[in-house]
C-alpha cells in the first residue's frame, strides 16, 4: 500500500469516519480510488484531532449507509409509455411526445431505460418432440462449402439434408441447382439410403409445397407421387415455425460448422464424396448430444421399423400445362402431340417423363400416351387424330349429297371417283345446293348430268340455276283465264259479229 503523509492520512480517515463516499474523497484531496480503498479495509477507526493517529482514540464506525432504491423519473408516465410501447413506438418518439405533451425535463436515457425494461420478457419455451424409430424424417437445403463452378469462380451449392428424428442418421447431397424434380430426385437418393420413414417434415419451399395452408397444403405434384410411390405423407410445417423440424436445422449447422467450414472444393462431387467420408468416419459414430447414444446404435434399432423399400425406382417426371391448340395438339419442348378427345383450347396436365408422354384431363384422368418425339417441332397425327380427315371428311359430305336424293348421292360419287382429292371442292359445292335451290331442281340436274355421264360440277351449277330461273319465271307469268270482271263474256262478241258482218260496219256499239 502506497505511504501517504500524515495530513493526506488523516484527512482520508475523517472523511471515511464522516461517511464520505471514496469518489468524493478522490475529487477532494487528489488520492486515487484503489489507495482510498485499502485505507478504508485497514483502518479499523480514524483519528477525529490533530496528531498522529496511532496516538488517538478512534471513534466507533458509523452504521453502513442504507441503500435507497431510486425510482424511475418515468414512473409517474407508466400507462402513457406503456400504451405507446404496445403500439410498437420507440423510446425517442416517446421521449418527444413526453417532453411535448407531459412537460417531460429529464434525460432521454432515462426514458431509454424505461422502455427496455418494458420490453423485456421470459424466454420462449419450446417442447421437446419425441418420435418413435421410422416415424419422421426432416429435410431443408442449406448451403455447401464453396466449389468451383462452371465459370471457374467459386460458389455455394445448395446442400440438401435429410435426418431420420429417431436416430439422427443423415443423408448429405450438395447440387448446383433445385427443382421440383431435383427435390424428388434427392428424396429418392436418401430413401435408399436411410430407409423410408412414415411422415416426412419439411417446410413450405415451392418444391415440396405449391400452395402452403395451415390445414391442407397442397404438395408439389411430383414430389406427391414420389411420397407415394414409397408409402410416405409429407408434413409441411406452418409458415415461419422453422423449430417444428429442429433436428434438420441443427443437423444442417452441425455439418457447415464441422464438417465444411474453411473448406473449398474443386467439384461438386468431391465435395458430395468428402460428405459421405465425414458422414460414415465421424457423424455416424459420435454420441448422440441429448440421448447420450452412438448414432450408429439408435440407426440399428430404427432400421426394423422403417417402410421397406419398393422393388422399382419411381419413375422421374415433370409437369407442365398446356392449352390444346386448334390441331389438336399440346407442345411440349417444341414437340407436338396429339390430344384428343380433349377438347380445342382446354387447359390439360402433362407429365414428362425420360421416355414417355402422358396427357391428362382435369380430374387426372390419362387421356393418352405418347413416346418421346426425337423431331422437335414434328407432329405424328394418325388420321383418327387429324380434326381434318379426308377419309372421314369424304364420308361426312357423300352422307349429306345423299340426302338431296339418289341421283344426287349417284353422282356425288361419281365426282370423288372421278376428280379425286379436289372432287372435295365438287362435294362441297354439291352438297351446300340446297340452301339456295329446290331439291327437285338439284335432282333433276343430276339425272341430266348421270344421263350424258358427265363430272362436272360447273354444268351441274348451270343446270340447276337454269331450272331455277324458269320455276321463278313460270311462278310470275299470269295465269290464262276465260272470265273476270275486266273481261267481256263471249256471247257480246258472237252478237256483235252477227250484227255487222253482212254491213261490213266495224264501229264498236
Known sequence: MNVLKPNLRITIETLLARGASQREIERRTGVDRKTIRRYAANSPGVATGSGCAEEQTPPPRPPAPTLAVSVSACAVHREFIEAQVALGRNAVSIYQDLVEAHGFEHAYNSVKRYVRGLRAREPERYDVLEHGPGEEAQVDYGQGALTRAAGGKYRRPYLFVMTLKYSGKAFRKVVWKTSAQVWAQLHEEAFRALGVAKYVVLDNLREGVLEP????????????????????????????????????????????????????????????????????????PRIHGRKKRQVLALYAEEQPHLLPLPLESFRMFRTVVRTVDDAGCVVVDNRFYPALPARLYSEVTVRVYAEEVEILAGDGTVLRRHPVSARPGYAALTDHDRIFNPSRETGALLHRVAKIGPHAGRLGERLFATLGRPGHKALYGLANLPKHHAREDIEAACATLLEIDSASYRTLARLVERKTLAREAAAQAPALTQSAPEIRAIDDYQHFFDQHAHTGDDRCP
Do not use: M
Open 213 to 284: 395452408s395451415l390445414y391442407e397444403p397442397r404438395l408439389n405434384e411430383t414430389y406427391g407421387a414420389l411420397l407415394a410411390h414409397y408409402g410416405a405423407s409429407a408434413d409441411a410445417c406452418r409458415v415461419a415455425d422453422p423449430n417444428r423440424k429442429g433436428t434438420v436445422e441443427q443437423a444442417i449447422r452441425h455439418t457447415q460448422d464441422t464438417a465444411l467450414k474453411g473448406r473449398q472444393f474443386e467439384s461438386l462431387e468431391a465435395q458430395n464424396a468428402w460428405l459421405a467420408h465425414w458422414e460414415e468416419r465421424w457423424a455416424a
